[in-house]
């Protein structure tokens, strides 16, 4: 086992075995046990003991302490450097202000299950829980609970490998998700004589790292009733990504001739050109989810762009019969009942259905070559869309020049409203792990970090990000950081100087009558040339793929300023229908005549 570098150690000397170290070098050294390579957030001064272990001790070993222009941001970047490595990262926020402005960060990676480890300062001891009247001061710990899978208080420097170590079994056992630490400055300062050996164990002494699995009779009965079925259909979550379960998936998928629909969130699990991949939300998807026997629900929660598994789309429940793996037992039959369920991690229970699958004859017969026709069908339709005018430009445009020009293993990020939505029906995945959307919160802004993070953790892929224009301005600051770490990233900005998806709906439902959805052009191109990254303005298609190759050659982050026809970019296809999930029970729209009675009353 390594012990504590050398500059650390101070023996203490009525205990040869033992080491004298202050709060921020054991905080450092339990971060570098677990291999977390990155700290993203903004120092404060009830850090600096923190800060400075990283800078004494954790670079030498890999660990560093990236800097970013706001919190929320820091947060982000420790989701998707999850979401691309499958290894944790840590961000970082000072007491009071700092910690709040991590909050919007740490929802998203709540709302995805992403595995967050989420430290924050705090007054002295002495000063909290309750407070009387110190600056700054904030029930953090209260604050976060919502959002996090645990929170705790760290209230003696000895109490920091152990809450440390519980933080990390949380945040990776079971559901993933994120944790908080809230640590008073009088803590991370304090110093203590601790045995190394016993204070850092490896990671194994106190988590499982085995993946766990299903029970096996219950896995026997659900390959039989796949085996039996005409068309079985498997609907891959974003549970799936999370345990690296991919390549099961496809087998399982292959033995049972049967056709693949992923949530939104779990786009790339298989590769959306496969001859067995139905695009969700196409036409070959919602025939499929109609007609099949028998669904293998993995790792989901059938949410709202699920139609939460209810009839139609999805075949008659007690009719269609529904097998459901989740790693955790809550999510069982949460939106839909399930005939069989399976508590167990993806990866392990499909290793397990493969293997009681070998050697049982499959029954499908339904062709799935029809279902794959009908959503190339449905492509085509919007690709003809996208290539029918040069000025203005279509939205569709732009989304089908970024997909062609970046390799296939490029990691995509999408942020927007509409811009999400028209990037769904051209942005083709075709890898696991190299499509970072905040898919389960919605949350506006979280494409530049993502995109940042994306590039350190994988610094040879192209890393490309399709963004709204008011999604781009939430964290626009983050520009400065990109042009700072040298990650050479292609922010593709969707400039219609409208907040898209809410004018259209006012469009749709509302007789146009609009209300704080209009802002002024912004030359995103000169902000990035202003904070040290490479700006292009385009204004016609035929300049986007001269664009494209400039911004990937020119050796800095770049941002293509892209305006896009503002009136076609407010009702893509499917506004409607989504407009019409998220309104459920409400009375819209709202009838004229019924507004004029109001004004006259």
């Not at 793996?325 to 229970?349: C, F, Q, S, W, Y």
């Not at 007789?511 to 990035?528: E, I, K, P, Q, T």
């Not at 800095?556 to 029970?585: C, F, Q, S």
Request: hydrophobic share 45%; with cysteine.
């Amino acid at each position: 086992m390594t012990s504590p570098v050398e500059s650390v150690i101070r023996p203490c000397a009525d205990f040869p075995s033992l080491v004298r170290l202050s709060g921020g070098e054991i905080l450092v050294e339990c971060l570098l046990r677990e291999g977390i390579r990155y700290v993203f957030g903004i120092p404060g001064d009830r850090s600096l003991p923190f800060l400075d272990a990283i800078h004494r001790v954790g670079r030498k070993r890999g660990l560093e302490f990236i800097t970013t222009r706001h919190e929320q941001a820091a947060a982000h970047m420790a989701d998707a450097y999850y979401r691309v490595t499958g290894r944790p990262a840590v961000c970082y926020g000072t007491v009071g202000p700092g910690a709040a402005d991590l909050i919007p960060g740490v929802y998203a990676a709540y709302a995805d299950s992403i595995p967050v480890i989420v430290l924050t300062s705090q007054n002295q001891l002495t000063r909290i829980y309750p407070d009387h009247g110190s600056m700054q001061s904030l029930d953090q710990h209260s604050l976060f609970r919502p959002v996090t899978k645990w929170s705790a208080v760290v209230n003696h420097v000895s109490r920091i490998p152990e809450l440390v170590q519980r933080a990390f079994r949380v945040a990776l056992t079971g559901r993933p998700g994120p944790v908080h630490l809230d640590i008073p400055s009088d803590v991370i300062a304090s110093e203590i004589d601790l045995d190394p050996v016993k204070a850092f164990p490896e990671p194994r002494s106190y988590r499982p790292v085995e993946r766990p699995r299903a029970d096996p009779g219950s896995v026997r009965e659900a390959v039989r009733m796949l085996a039996g079925a005409r068309l079985p259909l498997i609907h891959a979550g974003s549970g799936v990504l999370r345990s690296d379960a991919s390549e099961e998936l496809m087998r399982l998928a292959e033995a049972l001739k049967a056709p693949v629909i992923t949530s939104l969130s779990a786009r790339g699990a298989v590769p959306e050109d496969w001859e067995l991949c139905l695009i969700p939300g196409s036409p070959g998807a919602f025939v499929a989810m109609g007609m099949a026997d028998v669904v293998l629900h993995v790792g989901g929660k059938l949410g709202d762009m699920d139609l939460w598994g209810r009839s139609p789309p999805w075949g008659e429940i007690g009719v269609q019969r529904w097998i459901q793996v989740d790693i955790d037992p809550e999510m069982i039959g949460l939106n839909r009942p399930v005939d069989v369920a399976l508590v167990g991690d993806a990866k392990a229970v499909l290793s397990q259905m493969l293997e009681e699958l070998r050697g049982l004859e499959v029954r499908a017969d339904r062709d799935v070559g029809e279902l794959r026709r009908l959503c190339e069908e449905w492509e085509r339709g919007f690709l003809e869309v996208a290539m029918s005018s040069s000025h203005p430009i279509h939205p569709l445009r732009v989304v089908h020049e970024a997909r062609s020009f970046f390799p296939r293993d490029a990691i995509s990020v999408v942020d927007g409203g509409n811009t999400a939505v028209w990037a769904h029906y051209l942005n083709r995945i075709y890898y696991p792990r190299t499509f970072l959307w905040a898919a389960d919160s919605g949350h506006l802004g979280a494409g530049l970090p993502y995109a940042i993070a994306a590039k350190l953790a994988s610094p040879d892929r192209s890393v490309y990000l399709l963004t709204g224009d008011g999604a781009f301005m939430l964290n626009v600051q983050e520009l400065e950081t990109a042009s700072r770490l040298g990650t050479e990233i292609v922010a593709i900005v969707f400039n219609d100087a409208q907040w898209g998806m809410i004018k259209g709906a006012q469009k749709l439902f509302y007789r146009s009558r609009y209300v704080g959805v209009d802002f002024g052009d912004v030359r995103h191109d000169l902000v990035a040339e202003a904070m040290g990254c490479h700006g292009i303005r385009v204004e016609r298609a035929e300049e986007l793929r001269g664009a494209l190759r400039e911004a990937a050659a020119c050796g800095r982050p770049a941002v293509i300023d892209v305006k896009v026809d503002r009136e076609a970019n407010l009702t893509p296809p499917d506004l409607e229908t989504l407009a019409a999930i998220w309104l459920e029970g409400c009375e819209v729209p709202v009838r004229e005549e019924f507004v004029e009675e109001r004004v006259e009353a």
